[in-house]
């Protein structure tokens, strides 16, 4: 018999522990961030502007002028005009919401669904506010349509604009 204890002996290697573990999955693909390609998004969005001035130019011609409605306006700009409240008004209300998308677009999860809910409730409040500063119906309704689709040309347009100058980027 041999001595254990003896230095030339050889023990047996020691085997590890057998490890039952689940494979790892694979590492998901790094979200996309997105990048708006400034001028021409801003060219949309004075673009939209101008687009909205107008639809409030052809909303007071055909409120005043053709159904010879009193359309109900407040002026915050003092041009003692509906027709350039109405310009200015629609013109800066784009702009506007131009900025609340791209902000949204930086710090919302999902900033289309939020800015569609967002111009969606203002257009409506620019809707029914007309009907709070007159007794008139017939011209509150008017205005109120004028506002409609003011506020319709705005979500629809600035929506189209960010998709076409929305890039995913991967970081």
Do not use: C
């Amino acid at each position: 018999m041999t001595d254990p204890y003896e230095p030339t002996r050889r023990m047996p290697p020691v085997q590890p522990p057998v490890q039952h573990t689940q494979p790892e999955p694979p590492a998901a693909p790094p979200k996309p961030a997105w990048t708006i390609d400034a001028g021409r998004y801003w060219a949309g969005a004075v673009a939209t502007a101008v687009v909205a001035a107008l639809v409030g130019v052809v909303g007071t011609i055909v409120a005043e002028e053709i159904l010879n409605v009193d359309l109900v306006v407040q002026d915050p700009f003092g041009t003692d005009s509906h027709l350039w409240a109405y310009v200015l008004g629609g013109a800066v209300a784009a702009l506007l919401a131009a900025g609340l998308l791209q902000l949204l677009v930086i710090a919302a999860p999902r900033p289309q669904a939020f800015f569609g809910w967002i111009v969606g409730l203002v257009t409506v409040v620019a809707m029914l506010l007309p009907l709070t500063w007159t007794d008139d119906l017939g011209s509150a309704v008017a205005s109120g349509l004028v506002n409609l689709v003011v506020g319709l040309s705005i979500g629809s347009l600035l929506g189209g604009v960010l998709r076409w100058t929305l890039h995913p980027t991967v970081p």
